[in-house]
């Protein structure tokens, strides 16, 4: 079972990016997907577009293995809340797979989860992060990265491809080459996200080469 | 006004991916985003994912300037909709932007919008597309298409290109660029949904230029 984290004010394609390439790779092989939208609180959970989406309480959450946490302009009350960070951290002790997409990373942080662990973040939230998690092994240019049993990603869309590997590594390269296909994407992008950034590509000045030239995304991976 | 359309089995990335796009983009020009999902009946709609989306009915419907209808599993019904249907012959005769993601053209085929004009849709889709509307010009290795008020987009992501390049008509290149970098996004990809796609690619056998070389994207307008 999958469960996606969510919030007041989290950013929608956060969210829905992982949930369809779940839904498109279980498609793929076969299977019915299991995935729950849930919320410290249940119901209705309003999105920083207005658009709402139905959220599930944390207690229909025992049977998840893979937990991924959207980020978005409500995320700092939502790392705050000690409910989510307990539920978080209960997850991660029980050996679930747990990720952050964009500025979901810092309900990771709060949840200490990310101490000693490399990881990522929105471009934009670089500075503020590195400020307030100085312990994590930060990695400006990555679209995603996995320390273990923990991921981050990158902004927004990047929670895209963070699924995608997931999906890889659940399903293997065949599965998430068809769903990619299904999602009209390419599987890796090339580069890290500073060339997203122009932010980043002022203040890390990456080489030219890894701004332009194809190749295999910019992952960061420690088992 | 921007009008997001859904129905029962809708895709969820369809709907989100354009809904995240606008809604990066009003922050960038400082403005308060104006948007609304709708559907045929009001309250909660359940994707093919089974995540839920609250919409309104059609009634709220008179402030729209754009429409963006979604595609996904239950879109023939939603085509057959006479309801539906007439919605959105109604705004396209008001001078309404309207717009399909991925197999939502079913929806703007079935409302006879799109003979005589040019159009695409999700590379799998192709087939029975090209069969069951001949009038429709169909371009099958287009990212997404535009002819006259009428914008189509391949397959579940290319929504968020063809929400880009409605950024940049509203707002111009520069809010469009800031809008595809917060959302870790390039504004404009390289090639067609061809490279995206092991049936178009033996189908249609694109020069290996067009899939590999990276470039303007390849889309079709006529103002």
Redesign the interface.
């Known amino acids: 079972m999958i469960g996606?984290l969510i919030f007041p004010d989290f950013?929608?394609?956060d969210?829905?990016?992982p949930?369809?390439v779940?839904?498109?790779a279980a498609r793929c092989t076969g299977k019915t997907?299991a995935?729950r939208?849930l919320a410290a609180g249940a119901g209705?959970v309003r999105s920083?577009?207005?658009?709402?989406?139905?959220a599930r309480d944390f207690k229909s959450a025992n049977a998840i293995t893979t937990l991924v946490i959207a980020g978005g302009a409500g995320v700092a009350d939502a790392a705050r809340c000690e409910v989510t960070r307990a539920f978080v951290q209960r997850l991660a002790r029980r050996g679930v797979r747990v990720a952050s997409v964009c500025s979901g990373a810092y309900v990771l942080a709060e949840a200490g989860l990310l101490d000693g662990r490399r990881a990522t973040t929105?471009?934009?939230r670089t500075r503020d992060f590195v400020a307030r998690y100085p312990k994590v092994k930060f990695e400006p240019d990555q679209?995603f990265t996995r320390d273990g049993n923990v991921w981050t990603s990158?902004?927004?869309?990047?929670g895209?491809d963070l699924a995608l590997a997931m999906v890889t590594e659940d399903h293997g390269e065949e599965i998430a080459q068809q769903a990619?296909?299904?999602?009209?994407?390419?599987h890796r992008r090339s580069g890290g996200?500073s060339q997203?950034?122009?932010l980043l590509e002022l203040k890390h000045r990456p080489a030219a080469s890894a701004r332009c030239c194809?190749g295999r995304a910019k992952i960061s991976t420690r088992r």
Chains 1, 2 share one sequence.
């Open positions: 996606i950013q929608l394609l969210a829905a990016g949930i369809s779940f839904e498109v997907l995935l939208v209705l920083s577009s207005g658009v709402e989406m139905m929105h471009w934009g679209i990158a902004g927004i869309t990047a895209i990619a296909r299904q999602l009209v994407l390419y996200q997203f950034s122009s194809p």
